[in-house]
C-alpha cells in the first residue's frame, strides 16, 4: 500500500499562539470563567450577529440549556432529523423531553419539513434544524413550519461557524442557537460551546441555569435552580486566537474544497454536497455521495486515507432502542437517512490536509470506484 502515511480525518488548526494564549491565563492565576470568556462571548456575539449569547461546556450540553431556558422538559416532544450527531438528539433526553426522529431530504440530507409534520403530535415543543456538514437548513421554511405550529425552534449550529443563510449567520434565527467547539469544529476550544438567543427574558434564563440559578457568581443566594454549565478562561483564551483566525480557516477549507471538486471532475459515480440553496458552504468534511459507501471507505483505509462515514441514522441507534414506538399509517419510514449511511463518505478538510493529498485522496477514489474490468 502507498507509504506516503495516513491522511487523518480531522485535526485542529491550533498553533504556537494559542499555547501562548493559554499559557498567559495560567500565569495570571485566574483559570476559570473571567476576562477571557467575557470578551469571548462579546467577540463571538459580534461574529455570528447575536444580541444575546453564553457560553456552555460543549455543544451538547448548549442544546440542553437551550431547551432548558425555554421551559421544554418532561412531556415535550423535539423533533430532530434523524442524519446528525447523537448529541443532537441526547441533550433532549438529558432535560428529560422525547426526541421525535425525523427524515432528512435527499439531496442535503438536512431536516425533511414535510416528515416533521407528518411527525408532529399535541406533545411537539419544538423542531431542531440541524446546519449539517458546513451549510445551512432552509430557515424560511423552518419559522413557517415553527409559526404555523406555534412551536419553538432550538438551531443546532454546532458544525456551522461561518455558515449564512440569506446573509444571516445560523444559530441567530431561532428562540436559541447552539454551537460546539470541539477538536473537530471550524473553531476550537478543545470542549466548548455557545447558546444564543434574541430576547432578554431567555438570555436571563440561560445566565441562572448555567451559573448556579443566579444571575452572577460571587453570593450564595440562588433564587432558582441551576447547574454549573460554566467554561474556563483558558478554553476562553484559546478560542479567541482561534476566531482571529477564522478567516483564514475558513479560506483553507474552502480552497481544499475547491481543489477536491475539481479532482472529482470526470470521475463518475460521485456527488459531491456543497452549498444549499441560499447560503453558504464553510466545509465541516468534504461530503461525497456514492453507490457503495463501505467498499470506498475499506478501499480508501487500505491506502491510509482516512474517511468517516455519515452520522448513523437516529432512528437505528440501539441507544435510542426504547424510544421506538409503533408506527402510525403515515410513517414512511427514513428512506433518505438509511440512504444517506449506506451511501455517504465524509472526507477529510483541514489545515494538515495538503492539495498533494487531496489529489492522492481523488487518485483513490477513482481507482476504488473503476467498475472491476471483466476477465
Ligand atoms: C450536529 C452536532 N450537534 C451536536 C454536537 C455536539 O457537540 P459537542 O461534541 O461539543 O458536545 C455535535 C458535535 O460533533 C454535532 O456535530
Known amino acids: 500500500m502507498a507509504a506516503e502515511g495516513w491522511i487523518r480525518q480531522v485535526s485542529p488548526f491550533i498553533g504556537d499562539e494559542e499555547s501562548r494564549a493559554v499559557q498567559r491565563v495560567v500565569a495570571s492565576g485566574w483559570i476559570t470563567e473571567g476576562p477571557e470568556s467575557a470578551a469571548f462571548v462579546e467577540e463571538l456575539k459580534e461574529y455570528v450577529g447575536a444580541p444575546y449569547a453564553v457560553l456552555a461546556p460543549n455543544g451538547t450540553l448548549a442544546l440542553a440549556l437551550g431547551l432548558l431556558a425555554l421551559d421544554i422538559g418532561p412531556g415535550d416532544e423535539v423533533l430532530v432529523p434523524d442524519t446528525t450527531f447523537v448529541g443532537s438528539a441526547s441533550a433532549v433526553c438529558l432535560i428529560g423531553a422525547k426526541p421525535v426522529f425525523v427524515d432528512v431530504e435527499p439531496d442535503t440530507f438536512q431536516i425533511d419539513l414535510a416528515d416533521a409534520e407528518r411527525r408532529t403530535t399535541s406533545a411537539t415543543k419544538a423542531v431542531m434544524p440541524v446546519h449539517l456538514y458546513g451549510t445551512a437548513c432552509d430557515m424560511d421554511a423552518v419559522a413557517e413550519f415553527a409559526d404555523r405550529r406555534g412551536i419553538r425552534v432550538v438551531e443546532d449550529a454546532a458544525q456551522g461557524m461561518g455558515v449564512r443563510f440569506r446573509d444571516q449567520h445560523v444559530g441567530t434565527f431561532g428562540d436559541v442557537g447552539c454551537f460546539s467547539f470541539f477538536a473537530d469544529k471550524t473553531i476550537t476550544t478543545g470542549e466548548g460551546g455557545l447558546v444564543t438567543c434574541r430576547d432578554g427574558n431567555t438570555y436571563e434564563r440561560l445566565r441562572m441555569l448555567r451559573n448556579q440559578g443566579r444571575m452572577n457568581s460571587g453570593t450564595f443566594i440562588h433564587p432558582s435552580i441551576g447547574f454549573n454549565l460554566r467554561i474556563t478562561d483558558m478554553q476562553a483564551a484559546l478560542g479567541r486566537v482561534q476566531l482571529r483566525k477564522l478567516g483564514a480557516v475558513i479560506e483553507k477549507k474552502q480552497a481544499l474544497y475547491a481543489a477536491y471538486a475539481e479532482a472529482f471532475r470526470g470521475i463518475h459515480g460521485i456527488r459531491v454536497l456543497g452549498a444549499a440553496e441560499h447560503a453558504n458552504h464553510v466545509p465541516f468534511r468534504c461530503v461525497i455521495v456514492v453507490d457503495d459507501a463501505t467498499a470506498l471507505i475499506t478501499h480508501l483505509t487500505e491506502r491510509q486515507i482516512e474517511p468517516r462515514t455519515f452520522f448513523y441514522p437516529l432512528h437505528l441507534q440501539p441507544a435510542f432502542a426504547s424510544l ?19 451511501r455517504g463518505i465524509c472526507l477529510p478538510i483541514h489545515g494538515g490536509v495538503t492539495v498533494d493529498d487531496v489529489s492522492r485522496i481523488a487518485d483513490a477514489i477513482s481507482a476504488g470506484l473503476r467498475p472491476t474490468p471483466l476477465p
Open 324 to 342: 421506538r414506538g409503533p408506527s402510525s399509517p403515515s410513517d414512511r419510514g427514513f428512506p433518505n437517512a438509511e440512504t444517506g449511511y449506506a
